[in-house]
């Protein structure tokens, strides 16, 4: 419904008593008759004219009638009509800004919480003593398989580039993480890591007690590092 103060500003008295002459619903008609008015300057008026008209049954004849009391001189978009375009232009501009803080806003996606390893065995509580944390970034060359270790603490790894496929040695699970991804490593299991036709990037997180060595290989296996800067 459109308010009485725009229909007052927008029709002029000569079309209002027009629109009462010629239409048994004079309300509706003055309605009709804003739209008529500026259906030319916009086309969303001009839809909106023709869907409110089926609506409400107005046939063409009746359209036409309520057309022919628009005087020539009041035919350009009032005044009214223009602030309420502006008024919407300006809407849209500070939704729009308000969109953009939005997307230069601090945001975190959380890429791994669990309370278990990758393989479904849940971490024991953290051993005593004084905690230290560590964090790694390896670099595994193309068709590479890591030594047979274990780590003695918990870690978390995240795959920056490349991909890893992770062999546990006991239960041969196995799981592939890609570049963007991560997983919670064991503790005390056996297991290694292989690559493929590509380099792979990990960064390796542990949560470790001062003292306690980060990864342990097993009996006969060279360290899983060769050199750590």
Same mark, same amino acid.
């Given at each position: 419904?459109?308010?009485?103060?725009?229909?007052?500003?927008?029709?002029?008295?000569?079309?209002?008593?027009?629109?009462?002459?010629?239409?048994?619903?004079?309300?509706?008609?003055?309605?009709?008759?804003?739209?008529?008015?500026h259906?030319q300057?916009?086309?969303?008026?001009?839809?909106?004219?023709t869907?409110?008209?089926?609506?409400?049954?107005?046939?063409?004849?009746?359209?036409?009638?309520?057309?022919?009391?628009?005087?020539?001189?009041?035919? #350009?978009?009032?005044?009214?009509?223009?602030?309420?375009?502006?008024?919407?232009?300006?809407?849209?501009?500070?939704?729009s800004?308000?969109?953009?803080?939005?997307?230069?806003?601090?945001?975190?996606?959380?890429?791994?919480?669990?309370t278990?390893?990758?393989?479904?065995?849940?971490?024991?509580p953290?051993?005593?003593?004084q905690?230290?944390?560590?964090?790694?970034?390896?670099?595994?060359? #193309?068709?590479?398989?890591?030594?047979?270790?274990?780590?003695?603490?918990?870690n978390?790894?995240?795959?920056?580039?490349?991909q890893?496929?992770?062999?546990?040695?006991?239960?041969?699970?196995?799981?592939?993480v890609k570049?963007?991804?991560?997983?919670?490593?064991?503790?005390?299991?056996?297991?290694?890591?292989?690559?493929?036709?590509?380099?792979?990037?990990?960064?390796?997180?542990?949560?470790?007690?001062e003292?306690?060595p980060?990864?342990?290989?097993?009996?006969?296996?060279?360290?899983?590092?060769e050199?750590?800067?």
């Amino acid at each position: 419904m459109i308010p009485a103060t725009w229909l007052s500003a927008c029709i002029t008295t000569s079309e209002q008593a027009c629109c009462r002459a010629r239409y048994r619903r004079p309300a509706k008609a003055l309605q009709f008759l804003f739209y008529e008015k500026h259906a030319q300057f916009n086309t969303a008026f001009h839809f909106a004219y023709t869907m409110k008209a089926q609506n409400n049954k107005i046939g063409p004849q009746a359209m036409t009638e309520i057309s022919r009391c628009v005087t020539p001189d009041s035919s #350009p978009p009032s005044i009214v009509l223009k602030s309420v375009i502006a008024a919407a232009l300006i809407s849209l501009t500070l939704l729009s800004s308000v969109k953009a803080s939005e997307a230069l806003a601090p945001k975190a996606k959380v890429v791994v919480n669990s309370t278990t390893s990758w393989e479904g065995v849940k971490y024991a509580p953290y051993p005593s003593g004084q905690p230290k944390l560590s964090l790694l970034k390896i670099t595994i060359p #193309p068709h590479t398989a890591l030594p047979w270790h274990h780590h003695p603490v918990a870690n978390i790894a995240y795959v920056i580039s490349g991909q890893l496929t992770i062999e546990d040695r006991l239960s041969n699970k196995s799981l592939v993480v890609k570049a963007g991804e991560a997983f919670p490593e064991s503790v005390g299991a056996s297991h290694r890591g292989v690559t493929g036709d590509q380099e792979a990037v990990v960064i390796v997180a542990y949560a470790g007690v001062e003292g306690t060595p980060l990864s342990v290989p097993d009996k006969n296996e060279k360290p899983e590092f060769e050199h750590i800067e």
